[in-house]
């Protein structure tokens, strides 16, 4: 398939959503032009706020290729991703992104990631989400096994 027909394709995943249901985002996985995996946004119809079309369709992707790393493969995606679907999208090493829609567009409607944009390069102190560091010592055990571990499968 080409470019063009995969974007289609989320295209008219995001539309299908619409009318199930879910939200008006679709997303595909294609290596070399063919389809390894779709999907929908499916947060309201789940229950799930993770459940965007990105990372719906990453985990379809990852079980049918039975790894974590989808180098070689690319993301068709009716929307710009947000900040979530932007860090799935790069721990699953994705080789390039396409999108139809901006974010910009997707604030026009109600979906308005900004925020969570402005809030990265913050401070943990200064977010809108108070965070604090709580029994540091007793989790930095976990670490220390890891950096130990000889047989571990990195990623």
């Given at each position: 398939?080409?470019n063009?027909?995969l974007?289609q394709?989320?295209?008219?995943?995001?539309?299908?959503?619409?009318r199930?249901?879910?939200g008006?985002?679709?997303a595909?996985?294609?290596?070399n032009?063919?389809?390894?995996?779709?999907?929908?946004?499916?947060?309201?119809?789940?229950?799930?706020?993770?459940?965007?079309?990105?990372?719906?369709?990453?985990?379809?992707?990852?079980?049918?290729?039975?790894?974590?790393?989808?180098?070689?493969?690319?993301?068709f995606?009716?929307?710009?991703?947000?900040?979530?679907?932007?860090?799935?999208?790069?721990?699953?090493?994705?080789?390039?992104?396409?999108?139809?829609?901006?974010?910009?567009?997707?604030?026009?409607?109600?979906?308005?990631?900004?925020f969570?944009y402005?809030?990265?390069?913050?401070?943990?102190?200064?977010?809108?989400?108070?965070?604090?560091?709580?029994m540091?010592?007793?989790a930095?055990?976990?670490?220390?096994?890891?950096?130990?571990?000889?047989?571990?499968?990195?990623?």
């Amino acid at each position: 398939m080409t470019n063009r027909e995969l974007m289609q394709r989320a295209i008219d995943l995001s539309k299908a959503s619409v009318r199930n249901g879910g939200g008006p985002f679709g997303a595909v996985i294609a290596r070399n032009g063919e389809i390894i995996a779709e999907g929908s946004n499916c947060v309201t119809i789940d229950c799930d706020p993770t459940a965007h079309a990105e990372v719906s369709t990453i985990r379809k992707a990852a079980k049918k290729l039975g790894t974590f790393d989808l180098s070689g493969c690319e993301i068709f995606t009716s929307c710009e991703p947000c900040p979530m679907c932007l860090g799935a999208i790069y721990w699953a090493h994705l080789d390039k992104i396409y999108y139809a829609n901006d974010r910009k567009d997707a604030a026009k409607i109600g979906f308005d990631d900004d925020f969570i944009y402005e809030e990265l390069p913050l401070k943990p102190s200064e977010r809108q989400k108070p965070s604090e560091i709580l029994m540091r010592e007793e989790a930095l055990e976990a670490f220390r096994m890891w950096q130990e571990k000889e047989d571990k499968t990195e990623y």
